[in-house]
Nanobody, 122 residues
């Protein structure tokens, strides 16, 4: 599967953004995740969603502000981000795993999109 993330940009604190992850290949076969990375740090888990979208997982820092979703018919996953904070500034990546459940560590994912930059100004 090939992944392409988009939707990042420069916003102010409190604003919203919707990231998209377009996939080619057998998208519905994979558990999907969103990660983010800032310079000098490892990829950080943000959110994950199971193949059918019936189970979701979020990092603690999300605090109810983000929502992950997917549409297998459209081969697309989204991350709706509300109430953005300056500390949310990062490059956001979507990733796919062939494992059967959501993984919160990057090593469980075999395919990665190219990343989309989210910058939140104060």
């Amino acid at each position: 599967v090939q992944l392409q993330a988009s939707g990042g940009g420069l916003v102010q604190a409190g604003d919203s953004l919707r990231l998209s992850c377009a996939a080619s290949g057998f998208f519905s076969r994979y558990v999907m995740g969103w990660f983010r990375q800032v310079p000098g740090k490892e990829h950080e888990f943000v959110a994950g969603i199971t193949r059918g979208g019936d189970s979701l997982a979020y990092a603690d820092f999300v605090e109810g502000r983000f929502t992950v979703s997917r549409d297998n018919a459209k081969n697309t996953m989204w991350l709706q981000m509300n109430s953005l904070k300056p500390e949310d500034t990062a490059v956001y990546y979507c990733a796919a795993t062939s494992l059967s459940s959501i993984r919160r560590i990057p090593s469980g994912y075999f395919a990665w999109g190219q990343g989309t930059l989210v910058t939140v100004s104060s």
